[in-house]
């Protein structure tokens, strides 16, 4: 069972920055893909960003594309999100998601992954 625990979440102001960690329980997160997703108050989990195991390939969804970037530490067992020039769009919890190796693999799809973090509020003021 890997477990996943997300921190650095919190209160920003629009345009401010924060960078999200994930750490997992156990060396096997060095084949797993990674995602972030959010889910803001009424509305479902959705897609944020995902980092292949060796950090070759990286996706991003539209609404993030050019603000945020994933990374991750493998010797560390953990992934990042780095989040910039927020908008109050982008509240929400945030998750992270861990997904077994795969032959097919749809990366945006929160069904793929098969361990989740509790979750981080990220509050982004007007």
């Known amino acids: 069972q890997v477990r996943l625990v997300e921190s650095g979440g919190g209160l920003v102001q629009a345009g401010g920055s924060l960078r999200l960690s994930c750490a997992a329980s156990?060396?096997?997160?060095?084949?797993?893909?990674m995602g972030w997703f959010r889910q803001a108050p009424g509305k479902e989990r959705e897609f944020v960003a995902a980092?292949?195991?060796?950090?070759?390939?990286?996706n991003y969804a539209d609404s993030v594309k050019g603000r945020f970037a994933i990374s991750r530490d493998n010797a560390e067992s953990a992934v990042y999100l780095q989040m910039y020039n927020l908008k109050p769009e982008d509240t929400a919890v945030y998750f992270c998601?861990?997904?077994?190796?795969?032959?097919?693999?749809?990366?945006?799809?929160?069904?793929?992954?098969?361990?989740w973090g509790q979750g981080t509020q990220v509050t982004v003021s007007s």
């Open positions: 998601a861990a997904a077994r190796p795969r032959n097919v693999f749809n990366c945006q799809s929160r069904y793929e992954y098969d361990y």
């Open positions: 156990e060396r096997i997160f060095d084949s797993y893909a």
């Open positions: 980092i292949s195991w060796d950090s070759v390939n990286t």
